[in-house]
């Protein structure tokens, strides 16, 4: 088999696990006091997530909101014990921006407790609800690392009206030391087209896009030797979703492509390589440490 980048770059396959009510598109509709009240469907959702994924010998990392932790402790459970990595999505689905620091700081906190407390291993990812560390909210990084995490993948560097820090770039940092260890930022991904950027890693996106053009943008990055993100959440392949009452760009966004996106990603697994952004993260670290050899790397 010819050794391009495409077969032997590892991308991250990364579930946002949450609630179809708890979206932050939904945040002006439904209210945090009212969750409570809407059926739960995050079991069956799951449940299709974590079968598609073992069809095809994937392990991927699942940000698990740490609410939806403490009300359904099994549901954790369940996705570690099948070899996948568990990571916080925080406590309780705020977007960073509506936070003080010191709020911020309790809501990592509980949902990294929360979550090793379940799982019985260390949790070391976050990933902010909305994507939302942004320019101005920054300084979440060094809260992160001080908090005991070692990588968020929380940055998407394009423009949009609710996220997006386009002069990120689209490349894993390293953005904060101390004495115990290293917080990386791993951005959701894009293609650059010269000054545009192009967001494709999952998500509406990757429900509104042809698949051919998801698997060429994913190979084009692969070959230049850059691991991709990808992103879901369970709702994405619930045909049964409950329509909730909302404005009609809101609804467009958060039920587009939903029929048909298990199909397109049982098309998409198998003709990439995937892993945990862990292995992710560990691949780019061991490519940093490696001298690139005379005549082979160099391109
Ligand atoms: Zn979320």
């Known amino acids: 088999?010819?050794?391009?980048?495409?077969?032997?770059?590892?991308?991250?396959?990364?579930?946002?696990?949450?609630?179809?009510?708890?979206?932050?598109?939904?945040?002006?509709?439904?209210?945090?006091?009212?969750?409570?009240r809407y059926p739960s469907?995050?079991?069956?959702?799951?449940?299709?997530?974590?079968?598609?994924?073992?069809?095809?010998?994937?392990?991927?990392?699942?940000?698990?909101?740490?609410?939806?932790?403490?009300?359904?402790?099994?549901?954790v459970k369940r996705i570690a014990e099948a070899g996948h990595e568990i990571a916080s999505h925080?406590?309780?689905?705020?977007?960073?921006?509506?936070?003080?620091?010191?709020?911020?700081?309790?809501?990592?906190?509980?949902?990294?407790a929360v979550l090793e407390e379940i799982s019985g291993g260390t949790v070391a990812g976050y990933r902010?609800?909305?994507?939302?560390?942004?320019?101005?909210?920054?300084?979440?990084?060094e809260i992160l690392l001080h908090e005991g995490y070692g990588y968020s993948s929380s940055v998407y560097p394009i423009w949009h009206d609710r996220y997006g820090w386009p002069e990120f770039g689209d490349r894993p940092r390293r953005i904060a030391s101390n004495g115990t260890g290293d917080l990386w930022e791993v951005p959701l991904a894009v293609r650059s087209l010269g000054p545009?950027?192009?967001p494709f890693g999952g998500g509406g996106y990757f429900r509104s896009y042809?698949?051919?053009?998801?698997?060429?943008?994913?190979?084009?990055?692969a070959a230049r030797g850059k691991a991709s993100v990808f992103y879901m959440h369970p709702w994405e392949l619930d045909t049964e979703l409950p329509v909730v009452d909302a404005p009609f760009l809101t609804r467009?966004?958060?039920?587009?492509?939903?029929?048909?996106?298990?199909?397109?990603?049982?098309?998409?697994?198998?003709?990439?390589?995937?892993?945990?952004?862990?292995?992710?993260?560990?691949?780019?670290?061991?490519?940093?440490a490696t001298p690139p050899r005379p005549g082979k790397d160099a391109a």
């Open 1 to 36: 088999m010819k050794d391009t980048g495409a077969e032997t770059t590892r991308n991250a396959f990364t579930v946002d696990v949450e609630e179809y009510f708890q979206v932050e598109a939904f945040s002006g509709i439904i209210e945090r006091k009212d969750w409570e």
């Open 41 to 75: 469907r995050i079991d069956g959702q799951v449940h299709r997530v974590l079968r598609i994924l073992d069809g095809f010998d994937i392990r991927g990392t699942f940000f698990i909101l740490g609410w939806l932790a403490e009300k359904n402790p099994s549901l």
């Open 196 to 198: 545009v950027k192009i």
């Open 252 to 288: 467009t966004r958060h039920y587009l492509g939903i029929p048909k996106a298990e199909r397109k990603l049982a098309s998409l697994l198998p003709s990439l390589r995937f892993g945990t952004l862990a292995q992710v993260l560990e691949d780019l670290k061991g490519a940093a």
């Open 90 to 112: 925080g406590f309780d689905h705020k977007m960073i921006s509506r936070m003080t620091p010191e709020e911020f700081r309790q809501d990592v906190r509980r949902s990294k």
């Open 210 to 221: 042809p698949l051919f053009l998801t698997k060429a943008f994913f190979r084009d990055r």
């Open 128 to 141: 902010a609800p909305t994507f939302s560390i942004r320019e101005n909210t920054s300084w979440a990084h």
